[in-house]
């Protein structure tokens, strides 16, 4: 499985931007997907994950109402809505993709994405 993350850039604080990450292969529906980011100075964190037939979901509690997981199967495509962005948000996106389900834990992910930078001015 081959992943592509997209649709990072520069927003403004309050704004919204949506993540995508486009996978490759036939079996996507097989592996669920997660979301990690990783700012400046710090170290990557779990931000939230959707079972492979997108029946469930969860997130961080820091992101908890504010970012929305969800994928399309027949698009190969998980995705990352994020709102009411703020400074804090500021980071290096991945997307991972887990055989063995859902999860926080990054060492559980077997193929990740090469990430895409969201920046969020004040």
């Known amino acids: 499985v081959q992943l592509q993350a997209s649709g990072g850039g520069l927003v403004q604080a309050g704004g919204s931007q949506r993540l995508s990450c486009a996978a490759s292969?036939?079996?996507?529906?097989?592996?669920?997907m997660g979301w990690f980011r990783q700012a400046p100075g710090k170290e990557r964190e779990f931000v939230a994950t959707?079972?492979?037939?997108?029946?469930?979901?969860y997130y961080a509690d820091s992101v908890k109402g504010q970012f929305t997981i969800s994928r399309d199967n027949l698009k190969n495509t998980a995705y990352l809505q994020m709102n009411s962005l703020k400074p804090e948000d500021t980071a290096v996106y991945y997307c991972?993709?887990?055989?063995?389900?859902?999860?926080?834990?990054?060492?559980?992910?077997?193929?990740w994405g090469q990430g895409t930078l969201v920046t969020v001015s004040s």
């Open positions: 292969g036939r079996t996507f529906r097989r592996y669920a």
């Open positions: 959707i079972s492979g037939s997108a029946d469930s979901a």
């Open positions: 991972a993709a887990s055989y063995k389900g859902s999860s926080s834990y990054a060492y559980e992910y077997d193929y």
